[in-house]
């Protein structure tokens, strides 16, 4: 049931946006690398896998227009894209099956050190979100949009390295950094 709910509104997101489809499932992906690398239970890492599909199912509620803007978004603009997050946990909250990844949609914007869109900090933010906002971080980086041309591998991960201690949890960093090339070579076997 739950993957039947995740994939009509994954499918509502790609015919809403297909980019952020694409970087939803890069997420989903690297989330459930990073969990995986963390030894968690089969069950936390399918819950955080599946966080991170749908971490951005709320920006199926912001226009277009607004979402694939090449120019800096006006303060109103950027006001309703910040709402993104809420938005998406409106939209998981009509389904139980889905409260369980509420919270890693809710805070997959939050920073270690505090400065995110709720201002929760550290260990306060919960892990799942925690490792989603660090895949959404490499994959944003690392990928072409709208406004901002994608950094190579190299300064992704210089980015990265930057924020450990600042906007991403210092341990998930290291750990990234052990596991990327092995998803790397996962990734590459996948897509050919």
């Known amino acids: 049931m739950v993957a039947s709910e995740a994939a009509v509104l994954l499918e509502r997101l790609r015919n809403h946006s297909m980019t952020t489809?694409?970087?939803s499932c890069n997420v989903g992906s690297l989330a459930g690398a990073l969990a995986e690398g963390l030894g968690l239970q089969q069950d936390e890492v399918n819950i955080i896998a599946l966080g991170g599909l749908l971490h951005d199912i709320g920006?199926?509620?912001?226009?277009?227009?607004?979402?694939?803007?090449?120019?800096?978004?006006?303060?109103?603009?950027?006001?309703?894209?910040?709402?993104?997050?809420?938005?998406?946990?409106?939209?998981?909250?009509?389904?139980?099956?889905?409260?369980?990844?509420q919270p890693?949609?809710?805070?997959?914007?939050?920073?270690?050190?505090?400065?995110?869109?709720?201002?929760?900090?550290?260990?306060d933010i919960p892990l799942g979100a925690r490792i989603i906002t660090l895949s959404d971080a490499f994959d944003a980086m690392t990928s072409s949009r709208a406004y901002q041309y994608s950094k190579n591998l190299q300064a992704g991960i210089q980015e990265l390295a930057a924020g450990a201690g600042k906007q991403f949890d210092p341990r998930l960093v290291e750990l990234f950094f052990e596991i990327m090339p092995d998803v790397l070579k996962r990734n590459s076997r996948r897509a050919s």
Not at 66 to 81: C, D, G, N, Y
Not at 83 to 89: I, S, T
Not at 104 to 122: I, K, Q, T
């Open 21 to 23: 489809y694409q970087h």
């Open 59 to 101: 920006k199926a509620r912001v226009r277009a227009a607004i979402l694939h803007k090449a120019a800096r978004l006006s303060p109103e603009e950027w006001e309703v894209m910040r709402r993104h997050p809420d938005f998406g946990v409106q939209i998981l909250a009509d389904k139980e099956e889905f409260e369980v990844i």
């Open 104 to 123: 890693l949609v809710a805070y997959h914007h939050e920073r270690w050190d505090g400065h995110g869109y709720h201002g929760l900090g550290r260990e």
